[in-house]
């Protein structure tokens, strides 16, 4: 809980930031260089460690998982989120691109100055082979995060054999190091009130007030997005479960509130399996498995909020995808989304994470770095909810869900 | 005891052969004929020792680095890191003031015969600025910045991982530390071992690149390189006379604790090449305290370059005799502050002589075709601004370490007697039992 506090604090004192950069980009008009490269140096702290923070969370994840979790339920529950962790990526982009959030006001042209599948032909095939390194340290070296997450998925599974039994030593290690790249990340997040006051200033300095615009639409169409997309999941719970729509959304209430308070999909955690048990009657097999591992291996959320951002950012700088782009953004955030940084500002290291990989430019996080509070909210609230709606499904489909609950009034409960 | 100390007296120490190669290379390259062949086989296998120890180079840095600092207090850090970068500030500003004293007073480039230097080279304008510079500090990407051989970068990361170490291993003992503890045991063992070759690489290296420059090349620049080597020698005799004063070590025991280093320095011309014979001897026939060695020795290849600031300064006031420019007090202030500072943003490999100076000499007016005037003589110069740059970072070592009370004048004494080898087993034994103390004395693992 004090940890609790001491995020909520940051991530205050991060939005306050953010006003004071408004204020003072208005108030000067122009861009000091000096302001710009503190808030470029904020940038590269963050992202110096990606690559470590994400091949390490990632092995690290897959290769905690317990000979239990890989029965059926197991390898259900991990199918579901893949699927969905893809579909939300994917109504992302398609809600970036029906809505058009960063459409009206241009901050610069720039071409894409990374051709995004390495050198490759826009064909769906040479995208789907470019996932697949040819050489992990150059991939590393080189960045390429698709790549790499690939690589660790298979050293998790490798992993996680190993481990089975007798816990490895080099799984010891690798959480020890996990911790210390978290401690990194932690340390670089206390410079985020300078940080992103540093890229607000420059940006509305260099650029005018006109790009908070922008930013406003963006909450507005991210926002909605989430909205839909839970009803959606709602919709296919409630037809392959049977239950009446307004039950479940009554009984995910709870859940879902503590998500949008706390921002910390692990904290609402146990929250989320009293409630999975006893309001919406998934049983306890599927709950342990489900639920925990929903934490470090679903999120909804962090999809659908970096696939929205991404296009976002390309329409402010006048940057179009081709449809194979788009494909490879949702492979990109689909797999990104795996990649956990439980720290205030967690939406600004998945933004590091992809935003390069997209060929645009770092700086471009910048405005987002103000609205971190409500962005946090959204991708939480998600992430919980897509984990319980799983485990719905899960149950189901074993028989292990328990219809006699929905015979009590869920505010008795 | 007696046994080590009969078996030196016999045998010649692996320093002297060192300082030996570097006298023999020197005299083989000016006075044998040049000789094709002969100088690409002294080439190669001059290269080949120099890639044997640059392999190691990186991982060396990180890991001493985070050692250093995941070992570390905080408070301890602070005050270990406010001294260093004082006294590195502080070295730099003196030893480029040292260069205007020396260089007005000498007039290094009064009376130059400009049409006698051959340019080859064609100088573009360097366009980075300031901010530029202090952002490219930090990595954009960890593993990059070691893929790249960036050691600044890869320094930074490393000290935040370090830190990170310090706190998050507060309370229970990381498998991960004792993991790098040992990966730099055996890093150092690798470079102990190539360093048994060091005066047949030494030698080469030496021979060949004079070999290849010839006498011809040096002669219109002879006093320039001339009155350099004059500041560097005033510089040094300075700063070790200050250093005994202040350490209490006899100046006779410095001299030979700089003694490898510096020809290792003249020999590859390289910093960050020459740090493990740097750090090794520092701490062991210079009585400097690990915890202070191993974070000042790395920073030091960066951050340290006292050779470079009398370089930039002398080549800029050697430069503005040439022309007939002549310098106002104030704009001597600001060439001493610009000397100072770009020291610090020097690169460490070989050749970066040329890059500082397109930096700093269109900040003092003069033209950027002078640089090449200089391209010629690279090879002396770059010996002579690293034998300094590497010299000093041990120099300040030993001012810091005294501040913190951890040097150890036994083990100056004791290195008087004993061969190279013997000093590294003797390192390594002492360490392994530092460490099996700790080990015993250290809280249980928390999980």
């Not at chain 1, 839909?228 to 859940?255: C, D, G, H, Q």
Request: glycine share 8%; proline share 3%; net charge neutral.
């Amino acid at each position: 809980m004090v940890q609790d506090k001491r995020k909520a604090g940051m991530t205050t004192i991060i939005t306050l930031s953010m006003i004071l950069g408004v204020a003072f980009g208005l108030i000067t008009g122009k861009n000091f260089p000096f302001i710009e490269m503190l808030g470029q140096l904020f940038l590269r702290l963050i992202q110096m460690s990606i690559i470590l923070l994400v091949t390490g969370q990632i092995v690290e994840a897959i290769g905690g998982i317990k000979p239990s979790e890989t029965g059926k339920i197991g390898a259900k529950t991990v199918a579901i989120f893949a699927v969905s962790t893809f579909l939300a990526a994917f109504f992302g982009i398609l809600m970036a691109v029906v809505f058009k959030p960063g459409i009206g006001v241009e901050i610069s042209s720039i071409e894409a100055s990374v051709d995004v599948t390495a050198g490759k032909a826009s064909a769906i095939a040479d995208t789907m082979l470019g996932f697949f390194p040819t050489n992990i340290m150059q991939a590393m070296a080189n960045g390429i995060i698709v790549q790499v997450i690939v690589f660790a998925i298979f050293v998790g599974l490798g992993l996680s054999y190993i481990n089975r039994d007798v816990p490895s030593l080099l799984y010891k290690t690798l959480v020890d190091f996990n911790k210390i790249i978290m401690r990194i990340i932690q340390m670089v997040m206390y410079f985020a009130p300078v940080g992103v006051f540093a890229l607000v200033a420059s940006s509305i300095g260099k650029f005018g007030i006109e790009v908070i615009i922008p930013l406003a639409k963006y909450l507005g169409v991210y926002g909605l997005g989430t909205l839909l997309f839970l009803i959606a999941w709602v919709a296919v719970v409630s037809t392959y479960t049977r239950i009446n729509p307004i039950e479940i959304v009554k009984r995910v209430t709870r859940m879902s509130l503590v998500a949008l308070a706390t921002t910390s999909s692990a904290v609402t955690l146990p929250i989320e399996m009293e409630d999975a048990e006893n309001k919406l009657g998934v049983t306890k097999d599927v709950n342990k498995i489900a639920l925990p591992l929903g934490v470090s291996l679903n999120s909804n959320g962090a999809a659908m909020h970096m696939a929205i951002t991404i296009m976002t950012i390309a329409q402010l700088y006048g940057v179009s995808y081709t449809f194979s782009d788009m494909v490879y953004i949702v492979a990109l955030t689909a797999f990104a989304s795996l990649a956990n940084a439980v720290v205030p500002g967690a939406g600004l290291v998945s933004l590091s994470i992809v935003v390069p990989q997209m060929g645009l430019p770092l700086e471009a996080i910048a405005l987002f770095a103000g609205i971190e509070w409500f962005v946090g909210m959204l991708r939480t609230i998600l992430n919980v909810d897509a984990d319980t709606f799983t485990s719905m499904l899960v149950a189901k489909s074993e028989n292990k869900l328990n219809y006699a609950v929905y015979d009590k009034n869920p505010g008795l409960v | 005891m007696a046994q080590a100390q009969g078996k030196s007296k016999k045998k010649i120490g692996m320093t002297t052969w060192i300082l030996i190669a570097v006298v023999l290379g020197m005299l083989f390259g000016l006075l044998v004929p040049a000789n094709p062949i002969v100088t690409d086989i002294l080439k190669t296998i001059g290269q080949i020792f120099l890639r044997l120890i640059q392999m190691s180079i990186i991982l060396l840095v990180m890991g001493q680095i985070i050692q250093a600092i995941g070992g570390l207090k905080m408070n301890e850090l602070g005050k270990i890191g406010y001294k260093t970068l004082v006294v590195f500030f502080l070295s730099s500003l003196i030893a480029s003031v040292f260069a205007v004293v020396i260089g007005y007073l000498l007039k290094p480039g009064a009376g130059l015969d400009l049409s006698a230097i051959q340019t080859t080279v064609t100088v573009e304008a360097n366009k980075t600025t300031i901010w530029d510079t202090l952002l490219n500090f930090i990595p954009t990407n960890a593993i990059k910045a070691m893929s790249d051989g960036n050691i600044m970068q890869a320094i930074i990361f490393a000290l935040f991982f370090g830190i990170a170490i310090s706190f998050v291993g507060k309370d229970s003992n990381l498998a991960l530390f004792d993991m790098i503890k040992e990966f730099n045991r055996v890093i150092l063992r690798v470079i102990t071992m190539i360093m048994q070759v060091a005066p047949y690489g030494v030698f080469a290296l030496i021979a060949s690149s004079i070999a290849s420059y010839g006498i011809q090349v040096v002669i219109p620049l002879a006093k320039y390189l001339g009155v350099f080597a004059v500041i560097d020698l005033a510089f040094i005799t300075v700063y070790i006379l200050v250093v005994s004063g202040v350490t209490r070590v006899g100046i006779g025991d410095i001299v030979r604790g700089l003694g490898r280093m510096s020809a290792m320095a003249v020999a590859t011309g390289s910093s960050a090449v020459t740090l493990p014979t740097a750090m090794q001897d520092v701490e062991n026939k210079l009585g400097v305290g690990k915890k202070v060695s191993r974070i000042m020795m790395p920073l030091g290849v960066t951050l340290n370059s006292n050779g470079a600031a009398i370089h930039m300064t002398i080549t800029l006031i050697t430069i503005a005799q040439m022309y007939a420019v002549s310098f106002s007090a104030g704009d001597i202030l600001f060439m001493v502050i610009l000397c100072t500072l770009a020291s610090v943003a020097n690169a460490v490999v070989p050749g970066a002589g040329i890059v500082s100076l397109t930096i700093v000499v269109p900040q003092m007016g003069l033209p950027l075709e002078s640089i090449a005037l200089f391209a010629g003589i690279e090879i002396f110069v770059g010996m002579l601004r690293t034998i300094l740059n590497v010299d000093g970072d041990a120099l300040a070592a030993m001012l810091v370490a005294k501040s913190e009370n951890v040097i150890d004048l036994e083990k100056v004494k004791r290195a008087r007697n004993l061969s190279d080898e013997e000093l590294v087993e003797l390192a390594a034994k002492e360490q392994a039992e530092e460490e099996e103390l700790t080990r015993n004395l250290a809280p249980e693992a928390t999980r």
